[in-house]
């Protein structure tokens, strides 16, 4: 038992440092958001980074992907540099760095983007109600109800005497 709880607990720490090692490390910003994360040729996509600093500005490079160069500015709270390209429709499917150089300091910051072929689907959630032929307990005609639950009461009730009939050794 404690030979498997010390493998179970150096398997844990192996993993968890592992973990550590290949997360990446964003002291300061964060690194670089792009979304949607997944696009088809010819969306639009926007980027922006906390990396630049309050009120900064940067230069894209999205000609990976074949978009060419685009500009960041502040975008209203001016605490994240932002801005926008569109994906040219003769892009092929696959994974594209897009790299951003802030305007102060020089500072490089880097995201992905997958372009695909087909469009993220939306999750649709189902409404209404099911159609299956059965008829439901509401809306129904009282003495048609009184009629069922008569029915079940009789079935029951004849249920339980010829079983306790059986007991008695009376027979069916």
């Known amino acids: 038992m404690r030979r498997t709880a010390r493998l179970l607990t150096g398997t844990a720490l192996a993993v968890g440092a592992a973990a550590l090692a290949v997360a990446p490390a964003h002291a300061d910003g ?7 994360a997944s696009v ?5 996509v926007t ?8 009120g900064g500005t940067a230069a894209g490079d999205a000609s990976a992907v074949g978009a060419g160069d685009f500009t960041l500015a502040p975008d209203s709270d001016e605490q994240r540099a932002a801005g926008e390209f569109r994906v040219p429709p003769s ?5 594209y760095e897009i790299v951003v150089t802030c305007s102060e300091g020089g500072k490089r910051v880097s995201g992905d983007l997958v ?3 087909t469009a993220p689907r939306e999750q649709v959630h189902p409404r209404g109600s099911v159609k299956t032929g059965v008829g439901g307990a509401f809306d129904r005609d009282p003495v048609q109800t ?3 639950v008569s ?13 306790h009939r059986r007991a008695r050794g009376d027979g069916f």
Not at 30 to 36: A, I, Q, R
Not at 151 to 163: C, I, K, P, S
């Open 30 to 36: 964060g690194g670089l958001e792009v979304s949607p």
């Open 40 to 44: 088809v040729p010819g969306g639009d």
């Open 47 to 54: 980027v922006s980074t906390a990396d630049c600093g309050d």
């Open 91 to 95: 892009a092929q499917p696959g994974t």
């Open 115 to 117: 372009v695909t072929l």
């Open 146 to 148: 009184a009629v069922g």
């Open 151 to 163: 029915a079940l009461a009789v079935a029951a009730a004849g249920g339980t005497w010829l079983l």
